[in-house]
């Protein structure tokens, strides 16, 4: 509510004279001392911040911050992991997509020989499984192949869902069945759409085999994948020595540490026998996580991953994300 306040006496209002300039006006609806001027004007007092209560309006924010700077960055990384997992979830789609079209998923490590060179009986028999009339004379149309290549799992996984790689972008393969591997002409795929920024090469001069980074800041390590060859079992040798193995179920490992210990051959046959692999008739991928390592592998305890590693001293692997678990290992 406003009230007006004059400098000549009313009925609603007292009036006293400090000095020649100033008095005193007493507002007779509220009774609040206000001070005037004679010329009508009222004197604006403004209070200014004290040194000490700046001091202590800073300190409240800073306690503020730091208070909520925990919960802002847990929701930033739990944004981040469900990025991570939501791509790892289109992996697997585009996996299925490839397996409806040629009846069996990729491989997770082969061989490709360029034309003219007598192909392994393993590789051989991979790529007939995708391509029954694969020319093999001129290695499915690969005139840009000049050596021997092996592809590990994280280059497979690339590979076979991306195409043939040219000009840093994947293509796709020819819909040729004898030639899939040639430039040009109508193509199938790519089953997944890669985004090129995260494609790097696996190895300098490597640019046709690149491998694919996850979506976390900075990666520096590829997904990782592994083909159990429709249950016939996973190979090491397919995850580049990057991992020991793809993870099982801790069987006779109780400790998790990946050695036989006392106590822990309960069938007598002198070795560490894990139990069934995850995802034990399909694949598994691999993220490396925030720490860019993955870790050895091997048993796991899903049911509290979180005190099994820690127990095992593989606190590493913790937040490794893969497609048997909804978010972090250690989660």
């Not at 800073?62 to 944004?79: E, K, Q």
């Not at 690339?158 to 000009?167: P, Y």
């Not at 004898?178 to 494609?199: V, W």
């Not at 090491?236 to 400790?255: H, I, W």
Request: glycine share 10%; proline share 6%.
């Amino acid at each position: 509510m406003s009230h007006y306040v004059g400098t000549t006496r009313t009925a609603s209002a007292g009036f006293e004279y400090v000095n020649n300039l100033t008095a005193r006006s007493f507002c007779g609806r509220c009774g609040m001392r206000v001070s005037v001027r004679d010329d009508g004007e009222a004197i604006r007092r403004r209070g200014a911040f004290t040194l000490i209560e700046l001091m202590v309006a800073m300190i409240i924010i800073a306690i503020l911050i730091a208070l909520l700077l925990p919960a802002v960055n847990s929701v930033i990384r739990r944004t981040r992991v469900a990025r991570v997992v939501t791509e790892i979830k289109d992996l697997e789609a585009a996996l299925a997509n490839f397996k409806a079209k040629y009846g069996v998923y990729p491989p997770s490590r082969i061989t490709l020989y360029p034309p003219g060179s007598n192909w392994s009986t393993r590789s051989k028999a991979l790529i007939r499984r995708i391509w029954p009339q694969f020319d093999f004379t001129t290695s499915g149309g690969a005139v840009w192949l000049t050596a021997p290549v092996t592809l590990n799992g994280a280059q497979c996984l690339v590979f076979f869902l991306g195409g043939v790689t040219q000009d840093g972008a994947v293509t796709g393969f020819s819909k040729n069945p004898a030639r899939p591997f040639a430039l040009g002409g109508t193509r199938e795929g790519p089953f997944f759409e890669f985004d090129t920024r995260r494609l790097t090469s696996s190895a300098p001069g490597n640019s046709r085999f690149p491998v694919y980074l996850d979506p976390l800041p900075s990666q520096t390590r590829p997904y990782l994948y592994a083909s159990s060859y429709d249950g016939n079992g996973y190979q090491s040798a397919d995850l580049a020595n990057l991992m020991a193995g793809v993870y099982y179920e801790p069987g006779e490992d109780k400790n998790g540490n990946n050695q036989l210990d006392a106590g822990e051959d309960a069938n007598s046959n002198g070795r560490l026998d894990f139990g069934p692999a995850f995802k034990p008739r399909s694949f598994q991928i691999i993220s490396p996580g925030f720490d860019h390592q993955y870790g050895i592998g091997g048993s796991l305890d899903v049911t509290d991953a979180e005190a099994f590693l820690q127990q095992a001293g593989r606190t590493t692997e913790l937040d490794n994300i893969t497609n048997f678990t909804d978010g972090l290992l250690g989660q």
